[in-house]
T-cell receptor, first 118, second 113 residues
Framework: DAGVIQSPRHEVTEMGQEVTLRCKPI?????LFWYRQTMMRGLELLIY????????DSGMPEDRFSAKMPNASFSTLKIQPSEPRDSAVYFC????????????????FGPGTRLTVL | AQTVTQSQPEMSVQEAETVTLSCTYD???????LFWYKQPPSRQMILVIR??????QNATENRFSVNFQKAAKSFSLKISDSQLGDAAMYFC??????????FGAGTILRVKS
């Protein structure tokens, strides 16, 4: 099993440019999560999808951020226009949809994308 | 809203000794799950151990064990026989039924040889 795949692993861009981060979840998983990690704010959930439908996007910082999941095997997180304060590590995670009380539904994390906005 | 608090920004332990990382959480739910994740310098998030709130027995995974005190809303991680490879950032996380994980701020663990 390849695990959660994220691309690119590193991205350096200039302020004002559009940035697209990509994620391929584990096959068979039907929940997908986008997190952002910074020194100041720690790990924050940005948005998550169940069965390709956005469930909670309350963590998305502002309109410059958007996420899509066109099918069960692919998701994107887009920042347009990017700003220096968006510099962070962005993680994608996937899990099986939460079931009954005996189900852990562990989230498996990808390796992250380190974004630097100059 | 649920919150997770890790009051120790940084801890140190001598190799082969035992260390305990603290975590408290706030929730009004009775059915939930608790996790400890490890993040080494590679940045990869690795699940270390997990606990279902309705289980009274503390979870154990080899050298890792938890002390789950439901009434006190406390979920500490004990690492026995610490190894150099245990050096990492450790995150405590909470999830109620549903999928949203709430993370603590993390504790950096340093292991001295």
């Amino acid at each position: 099993d390849a695990g959660v795949i994220q691309s690119p692993r590193h991205e350096v861009t200039e302020m004002g440019q559009e940035v697209t981060l990509r994620c391929k979840p584990i096959s068979g998983h039907n929940s997908l999560f986008w997190y952002r990690q910074t020194m100041m704010r720690g790990l924050e959930l940005l948005i998550y999808f169940n069965n390709n439908v956005p469930i909670d996007d309350s963590g998305m910082p502002e309109d410059r951020f958007s996420a899509k999941m066109p099918n069960a095997s692919f998701s994107t997180l887009k920042i347009q226009p990017s700003e220096p304060r968006d510099s962070a590590v962005y993680f994608c995670a996937s899990s099986q949809l939460a079931g009954g009380p005996s189900s852990y539904n562990e989230q498996f994390f990808g390796p992250g994308t380190r974004l630097t906005v100059l | 809203a649920q919150t997770v608090t890790q009051s120790q920004p940084e801890m140190s332990v001598q190799e082969a000794e035992t260390v305990t990382l603290s975590c408290t959480y706030d929730t009004s739910e009775s059915d939930y799950y608790l996790f400890w994740y490890k993040q080494p310098p590679s940045r990869q998030m690795i699940l270390v151990i997990r606990q279902e709130a309705y289980k009274q027995q503390n979870a154990t995974e080899n050298r890792f064990s938890v002390n789950f005190q439901k009434a006190a809303k406390s979920f500490s991680l004990k690492i026995s026989d610490s190894q150099l490879g245990d050096a990492a950032m450790y995150f405590c996380a909470y999830r109620k039924r549903g999928n949203k994980l709430v993370f603590g701020a993390g504790t950096i663990l340093r292991v001295k040889s």
